[in-house]
């Protein structure tokens, strides 16, 4: 069983910054691939980056490219998600998730068995 708690968000204007965590809980998380998700009101959950288990690989969406960073700490089982230069269209509660059994990242939802609760991130114009 894994667990994740989700830290970090909160409200900020355009153009600045916040970095998310998420600690996780359970075994064997060096092995499995992590990801971060977001969901605006009204919208469906979106893919935003996701880490290998080892974090040699990451993956970005479009939307993320260049902003945001993805990185994690295996020894504090620890995940981190840095993002700069904010905008108003980031607002969404942002979700921490973790595979099953598999150590790559992946960029679909369904593919993460374990979520954490959420953490709201707010981008004022």
């Known amino acids: 069983q894994v667990q994740l708690v989700e830290s970090g968000g909160g409200l900020v204007q355009a153009g600045g910054s916040l970095r998310l965590s998420c600690a996780a809980s359970g075994r064997n998380l060096s092995t499995k691939g992590m990801g971060w998700f977001r969901q605006a009101p009204g919208k469906e959950r979106e893919f935003v980056a996701a880490i290998s288990g080892s974090g040699a690989t990451t993956l970005y969406a479009d939307s993320a490219k260049g902003r945001f960073t993805i990185s994690r700490d295996n020894v504090k089982n620890t995940v981190y998600l840095q993002m700069n230069s904010l905008k108003p269209e980031d607002t969404a509660v942002y979700y921490c998730?973790?595979?099953?059994?598999?150590?790559?990242?992946?960029?679909?939802?369904?593919?993460?068995?374990?979520w954490g609760q959420g953490t709201q991130v707010t981008v004022s114009s």
């Open positions: 998730a973790a595979r099953g059994a598999y150590n790559r990242g992946s960029p679909y939802a369904y593919e993460y068995g374990y």
